[in-house]
């Protein structure tokens, strides 16, 4: 199965800052790496498709990048509703695995 | 407009069964794989299983194969999942989605006597 690792665990930022959200996969996946956002009781939230495209009516704060094993989500200026969990996904193969999430919170 | 409504969620007692439906609208429901994943309390996303969109070949989970099955109805599209000898380790909200864009807004089911 591949192993999906999500750095750091939680992040605490002031509004206004930049981060950026690791995932780092066991095996090379390519591009087939997709982001989440996910609130409490709201349901999965695509932010980005395939590594870096981006996803038609998500804020243009986010970004991504990466292929292989290491990639990366980029969140600019972040705001209070930025305060979320996000996770990546690998549709490279099955079965398909989730990493185990960033929480975002503000300070 | 894309939906996708799950229903058939709910307390089911350890060893019994459970049906879970996701009705879905918006797109060509038979062009596409479809997938359940589920979220128990307080944990991550966990994929459970998909199925290609003919409804021939299908994919699951090493925890849950032999006790769900997933299945569809492009005719009707709509989307199942078929639990039987549930588990606690079972209980979560499963959302029923169109990897990767499309979600539904889960359904909760709890397994405990």
């Known amino acids: 199965d591949i192993v999906l690792t999500q750095s750091p665990a939680t992040l605490s930022v002031t509004p206004g800052e930049t981060v950026s959200l690791s995932c780092r996969a066991s095996h090379s996946i390519g591009i087939n790496l997709h982001w989440y956002q996910l609130k409490p009781n709201e349901s999965p939230r695509l932010l980005i498709k395939y590594a870096f495209q981006s996803v038609s009516g998500m804020s243009s704060r986010f970004s991504a990048s990466g292929s292989g094993t290491e990639f990366s989500l980029n969140i600019n200026n972040v705001e209070f509703d930025d305060v979320s969990s996000y996770f990546c996904q690998q549709t490279q193969s099955w079965p398909l695995t989730f990493g185990s999430g960033t929480k975002l919170e503000i300070k | 407009e894309v939906q996708l409504v799950e229903s058939g969620g709910g307390l089911v007692q350890p060893g019994r069964s459970l049906k879970l439906s996701c009705v879905v609208s918006?797109?060509?429901?038979?062009?596409?794989?479809m997938a359940w994943v589920r979220q128990a309390p307080t944990k991550g996303l966990e994929w459970v299983a998909s199925?290609?969109?003919?409804?021939?070949?299908?994919y699951y989970r090493d925890s849950v194969k032999g006790r769900f099955t997933i299945s569809r109805d492009n005719a009707e599209s709509t989307l199942y999942l078929q639990m039987d000898s549930l588990r606690s380790e079972d209980t979560a909200t499963y959302y029923c989605?169109?990897?990767?864009?499309?979600w539904g807004q889960g359904v909760m089911v709890t397994v405990s006597s």
């Open positions: 989605t169109r990897l990767v864009d499309y």
């Open positions: 918006g797109f060509t429901f038979s062009s596409y794989y």
């Open positions: 199925i290609n969109n003919s409804g021939g070949t299908t």
